[in-house]
């Protein structure tokens, strides 16, 4: 007998015993016990861990050690305001990482994956994580495997193995067991967590989830190994080369203070609090909340967010792929008419027609539902079907056969599907009763028939009965599926945006055509799977940028088109429902599926539509424009502000004789900063702004810190100057001023820097607004707070040496204008 860990070597009886399973599955009772159970395993205190995640950063840490050493040398002062900026600081970006990550939880939640299995013999859906071992799971094509265990029952089963065992192909899958020793490949009676049901259907007996399972146990290197998106690789690159520079400078100003006699332990905390302000160590707290934010923004409009990061791709995309049902047209497809090989109205074609679509049972389908629903109305009799067996629809067959006995006679099979491979299996053709041979004149007849109802828009079935080699084509099912209303505003107004629609059917050439000139595509080559066929890669990357409509696409053409667009230096997305979608929307920059999805293509998406609306993919490139354009925002600004601090500090050391801030002003100026900065997640963004896409730049964003940095530095350096030279002030009153001066020109920069147009004429969200006048308030008025003044060692200002401080700040509020105007001149 296998031990436990060799499951697949196990007979399913045994294996249903030992996991006290029956035919029906679990009781309700005893799957809600195992449940909690598994709960109760997780992970707990998530808050907690967060929480004390914010202190526990090497700096943070040095921090708290030297408020520590103050209090042992009895500076009680000193260490109590140290201590109680930092638990702000630490409390502030705890209560926004948690704010963030209980949005992306709920977000998440909404895209819960529902799995169908037997609880006491009844058939109900659960969620994922109620899915336990012993639990009876029912799959069909396009299902994802909710864990690893043994198939009970199946029926022409092909399950995709390749995220497993790097095999493109399916494999057929049937009850048994295997060798002990067997490799996953060779598993043929067992399934495995994260493959994908290809066709046919199954019933399994779980055996393990989660982390237990074969899947589980590599995730964590498949996210590992999962390729950054270009923005996160910049942020990332950009965080690591400031903290470089802030450890060289830091360590600079360190030896400088020390060189120059100061105390050892007020360099050290000098040296330490300008290291937490100038180093971007709130930058991921700060964009997890800008991506929440919009994220939840993009939840109104009925897009959800699978990963973060693919809100920058959303924004940056300039072609959109997608297939025409649900998106270009209503999705709500009719069949208009049943007509025998010659085009005239057939009821005996409607009767075989809806025969086989109530007989078929692998594979739910619109087209059936189309078919039965206009059987139903036309009141046809199905009573005299029998079913004998069916072959499952497959991607590569594309039609579905049922055998069945009719009215009591011989058995037939009944063959519905695409129109070239159905007329592949003929030989005879039904005219006036009879089955006359289907020769070349025949074919060309019905060739021009049926392009003339591609070009009108119809989408086309044919219909044959006997065995497939010698069978009789029966006729033909005509479906229209109707633009949806206001389409064309909505293709437009993604062209406006720089985004491109291009369509990616299976459908007929001239289906897929007509519907591009009726919606009011911009004139383009029309190609299909077997020209694309013909092309290498490089080819079809050169020729790709003119073409408006790919039809007749074979499922594997699909993600070679996406990568030919790549290729062609563009930024895809890629819209898919279907089984076959997925490697194109895995390849795609931005993949995006709806909430009616199969599995497998919702769980490869990056983005979720509530509902296969063009409409909601435009809003949503708006929100993901404005998501990234604020977090650039941000970036921009704060890296400017660090690095232009880091230069100040600096030259400040060595050029006086004394230290240019107190390590509690530091602190508390860093900190109240960040108050306004973190309302830029919500900021207004100008409508230019949102009109073309936007990637990540990084060499734009080094020349802009630089440029903006050295122009905080010049106006520090004629503050320190007209402190020293024109108010002739002492220690207490230069760091006041210059507290003063260094929140007020950080304020200003944030108004100026957040938009490319003169800045009176942007308007900033109304909480960016207030807390900025609520610091900028407080900057001025904590000089003449009396006690509390006095902790942080402030002292007030004569009203000669304010008011020069203000003009200085209007005065670098205007040259940071003009140098703006002219930086976005040479960059644009």
């Given at each position: 007998m296998?031990?436990?860990?060799e499951?697949w070597?196990?007979?399913?009886?045994?294996?249903?015993?030992?996991?006290?399973?029956?035919?029906?599955?679990?009781t309700?009772?005893?799957?809600?016990r195992?449940?909690e159970?598994?709960?109760?395993?997780?992970?707990?205190?998530?808050?907690l861990?967060?929480?004390?995640?914010q202190?526990?950063?090497?700096?943070?840490?040095?921090?708290?050690?030297g408020?520590?050493?103050?209090?042992?040398l009895?500076?009680?002062?000193?260490a109590?305001?140290?201590l109680?900026?930092v638990?702000?600081s630490?409390?502030?970006?705890?209560t926004?990482?948690y704010?963030?990550?209980?949005?992306?939880?709920?977000?998440?939640?909404?895209?819960v994956?529902?799995?169908?299995?037997l609880?006491?013999?009844?058939?109900?859906?659960?969620?994922?994580?109620?899915v336990?071992?012993?639990?009876v799971?029912l799959?069909?094509?396009?299902?994802?495997?909710?864990?690893?265990?043994?198939?009970?029952?199946s029926?022409a089963l092909?399950?995709?193995?390749?995220?497993?065992?790097?095999?493109?192909?399916?494999?057929?899958?049937?009850?048994?067991?295997?060798?002990?020793?067997?490799?996953?490949?060779?598993?043929?009676?067992a399934l495995?967590?994260?493959?994908?049901?290809r066709?046919?259907?199954a019933?399994?007996?779980?055996?393990?989830?989660?982390?237990?399972?074969?899947?589980?146990?590599?995730?964590?290197?498949?996210?590992?190994?999962e390729?950054?998106?270009?923005?996160?690789?910049?942020?990332?690159?950009?965080?690591?080369?400031?903290?470089?520079?802030m450890?060289?400078v830091?360590?600079l100003?360190?030896?400088g203070?020390?060189?120059?006699g100061?105390?050892?332990?007020?360099s050290?905390?000098?040296a330490?609090?300008?290291?937490?302000?100038?180093?971007?160590?709130?930058?991921p707290a700060?964009?997890?909340v800008?991506?929440?934010?919009g994220?939840?923004r993009m939840t109104s409009?009925?897009?959800?967010v699978?990963?973060?990061e693919?809100i920058?791709?959303?924004?940056?995309?300039?072609v959109?792929?997608?297939?025409?049902?649900?998106t270009?047209?209503k999705?709500?497809?009719?069949?208009s008419a049943a007509?025998?090989p010659?085009?005239?109205q057939?009821?005996?074609?409607?009767?075989l027609?809806a025969?086989n679509?109530?007989?078929?049972?692998s594979?739910?389908?619109?087209l059936?539902?189309?078919?039965?629903?206009?059987?139903?109305?036309?009141?046809v009799?199905?009573?005299?079907f029998?079913?004998?067996e069916?072959i499952?629809?497959?991607?590569?067959?594309?039609?579905f056969?049922?055998?069945?006995?009719?009215?009591?006679g011989?058995a037939?099979?009944?063959?519905?599907?695409?129109?070239?491979?159905v007329?592949?299996?003929?030989?005879?053709?039904?005219?006036?009763?009879?089955?006359?041979?289907?020769d070349?004149?025949?074919?060309?007849?019905?060739?021009?028939f049926?392009?003339?109802?591609?070009?009108?828009g119809f989408?086309?079935?044919?219909?044959?009965?006997?065995?497939?080699?010698s069978?009789?084509?029966?006729?033909?099912?005509?479906?229209?599926d109707?633009?949806k209303?206001?389409?064309?505003?909505?293709?437009?107004?993604?062209?406006?945006?720089?985004i491109?629609?291009?369509?990616?059917?299976?459908?007929n050439?001239?289906?897929?055509?007509?519907?591009a000139?009726?919606?009011g595509?911009?004139?383009g080559?029309?190609?299909?799977?077997?020209?694309?066929?013909?092309?290498?890669?490089d080819a079809?990357a050169a020729?790709?940028?003119?073409i408006?409509?790919?039809?007749?696409?074979?499922?594997?053409q699909?993600?070679?088109?996406?990568r030919?667009?790549q290729?062609?230096?563009?930024?895809?997305?890629?819209?898919?429902?279907?089984?076959?979608?997925?490697?194109a929307l895995?390849a795609?920059?931005?993949?995006i599926s709806?909430?009616?999805a199969?599995?497998v293509?919702?769980e490869?998406a990056?983005?979720?539509?509530?509902?296969?609306d063009?409409?909601?993919?435009?809003?949503?490139?708006?929100?993901?424009?404005r998501?990234?354009?604020?977090?650039?925002?941000?970036?921009?600004?704060t890296?400017?502000?660090?690095f232009?601090?880091?230069i100040?500090m600096?030259?400040?050391?060595?050029?006086?004789?004394?230290?240019?801030?107190?390590?509690?002003?530091?602190?508390?100026?860093?900190?109240?900063?960040?108050?306004?900065?973190?309302?830029?997640?919500?900021?207004?963004?100008d409508?230019e702004?949102?009109a073309s896409?936007?990637?990540?730049?990084i060499?734009?964003?080094?020349?802009?810190?630089?440029?903006?940095?050295?122009?905080?530095?010049?106006?520090?350096?004629?503050?320190f100057?007209?402190?020293?030279?024109?108010?002739h002030?002492?220690?207490?009153?230069?760091?006041?001023?210059?507290?003063?001066v260094?929140?007020?020109?950080?304020?200003?920069?944030?108004f100026?820097l957040?938009?490319?147009?003169?800045?009176?004429q942007?308007?900033p969200?109304?909480?960016l607004l207030?807390?900025?006048?609520?610091?900028a308030?407080l900057?001025?008025?904590?000089?003449?707070?009396?006690?509390?003044?006095?902790?942080?060692?402030?002292v007030?200002l004569?009203p000669m040496?304010?008011?020069?401080?203000?003009?200085l700040?209007?005065?670098y509020?205007?040259?940071?204008?003009?140098?703006k105007?002219?930086?976005h001149l040479q960059?644009d």
């Amino acid at each position: 007998m296998p031990n436990g860990d060799e499951w697949w070597a196990c007979e399913a009886a045994g294996l249903a015993a030992r996991l006290g399973s029956r035919p029906g599955g679990l009781t309700p009772a005893e799957a809600q016990r195992r449940v909690e159970h598994h709960a109760a395993t997780g992970p707990r205190h998530p808050a907690l861990r967060l929480f004390v995640s914010q202190f526990a950063t090497p700096l943070v840490m040095i921090l708290i050690v030297g408020a520590l050493l103050s209090l042992v040398l009895r500076e009680w002062v000193d260490a109590v305001i140290i201590l109680a900026i930092v638990a702000g600081s630490g409390v502030l970006g705890f209560t926004q990482e948690y704010g963030a990550s209980r949005a992306i939880a709920e977000l998440r939640s909404r895209l819960v994956r529902q799995v169908r299995v037997l609880r006491g013999g009844a058939e109900v859906s659960v969620p994922l994580d109620d899915v336990v071992p012993g639990d009876v799971a029912l799959l069909k094509a396009g299902d994802l495997v909710p864990g690893d265990g043994a198939i009970l029952q199946s029926d022409a089963l092909l399950v995709d193995e390749a995220v497993l065992t790097g095999e493109a192909f399916p494999v057929e899958k049937s009850p048994g067991s295997s060798a002990a020793e067997a490799p996953v490949s060779e598993r043929l009676g067992a399934l495995f967590q994260g493959t994908s049901i290809r066709s046919g259907t199954a019933r399994m007996l779980v055996v393990k989830t989660g982390r237990q399972t074969q899947f589980g146990a590599i995730e964590h290197t498949l996210e590992a190994a999962e390729e950054k998106t270009e923005f996160a690789r910049g942020l990332a690159g950009f965080g690591a080369m400031l903290m470089r520079v802030m450890v060289v400078v830091v360590s600079l100003v360190l030896a400088g203070s020390l060189f120059l006699g100061r105390d050892l332990v007020t360099s050290l905390l000098f040296a330490v609090a300008l290291a937490v302000a100038i180093s971007p160590q709130l930058l991921p707290a700060i964009v997890s909340v800008t991506l929440a934010a919009g994220a939840r923004r993009m939840t109104s409009h009925g897009v959800l967010v699978r990963r973060l990061e693919a809100i920058e791709n959303l924004g940056g995309m300039d072609v959109l792929c997608t297939d025409k049902t649900g998106t270009l047209t209503k999705g709500a497809i009719a069949l208009s008419a049943a007509v025998g090989p010659e085009g005239e109205q057939s009821g005996e074609v409607l009767r075989l027609a809806a025969a086989n679509a109530r007989l078929q049972t692998s594979m739910a389908s619109a087209l059936d539902e189309a078919i039965l629903s206009a059987a139903s109305a036309a009141s046809v009799d199905l009573s005299g079907f029998e079913k004998i067996e069916e072959i499952p629809y497959d991607f590569t067959r594309r039609r579905f056969s049922a055998k069945a006995r009719i009215d009591g006679g011989s058995a037939e099979w009944i063959c519905k599907g695409a129109v070239k491979e159905v007329l592949e299996g003929c030989t005879s053709i039904r005219s006036g009763g009879a089955a006359l041979p289907l020769d070349a004149a025949a074919r060309q007849k019905v060739e021009t028939f049926l392009r003339a109802k591609a070009e009108e828009g119809f989408r086309t079935l044919a219909l044959s009965t006997g065995q497939e080699g010698s069978a009789c084509l029966e006729g033909f099912l005509l479906f229209y599926d109707p633009p949806k209303r206001g389409i064309q505003r909505t293709v437009a107004a993604l062209l406006r945006r720089g985004i491109a629609v291009r369509i990616v059917s299976g459908d007929n050439r001239y289906v897929s055509g007509h519907m591009a000139r009726v919606i009011g595509f911009p004139e383009g080559e029309v190609v299909t799977g077997e020209q694309i066929a013909a092309l290498d890669d490089d080819a079809l990357a050169a020729r790709i940028g003119g073409i408006s409509v790919f039809a007749e696409v074979e499922p594997q053409q699909k993600e070679r088109i996406v990568r030919a667009f790549q290729k062609a230096n563009h930024a895809v997305g890629y819209m898919g429902d279907g089984i076959n979608d997925a490697p194109a929307l895995r390849a795609a920059d931005v993949g995006i599926s709806v909430d009616s999805a199969v599995d497998v293509a919702r769980e490869s998406a990056d983005i979720v539509l509530l509902r296969p609306d063009l409409n909601a993919i435009r809003r949503g490139v708006e929100d993901g424009r404005r998501t990234f354009a604020n977090t650039l925002k941000y970036i921009a600004i704060t890296t400017s502000a660090n690095f232009g601090n880091m230069i100040s500090m600096a030259l400040a050391t060595v050029l006086l004789p004394f230290l240019p801030m107190l390590p509690v002003q530091i602190l508390l100026n860093n900190f109240l900063s960040d108050l306004p900065a973190i309302a830029i997640a919500g900021d207004a963004v100008d409508k230019e702004r949102l009109a073309s896409a936007q990637r990540w730049d990084i060499r734009r964003i080094r020349n802009f810190m630089i440029l903006f940095g050295l122009i905080s530095t010049l106006f520090d350096l004629a503050t320190f100057a007209l402190l020293r030279l024109v108010f002739h002030t002492d220690e207490a009153d230069f760091r006041t001023s210059w507290f003063v001066v260094s929140l007020l020109t950080e304020l200003m920069a944030l108004f100026v820097l957040r938009t490319k147009r003169p800045f009176w004429q942007s308007t900033p969200a109304r909480l960016l607004l207030w807390s900025s006048v609520f610091v900028a308030a407080l900057a001025l008025a904590l000089p003449y707070s009396g006690p509390i003044a006095a902790l942080f060692a402030f002292v007030p200002l004569p009203p000669m040496q304010i008011t020069a401080m203000l003009g200085l700040v209007l005065l670098y509020a205007l040259v940071t204008e003009v140098a703006k105007r002219r930086h976005h001149l040479q960059a644009d």
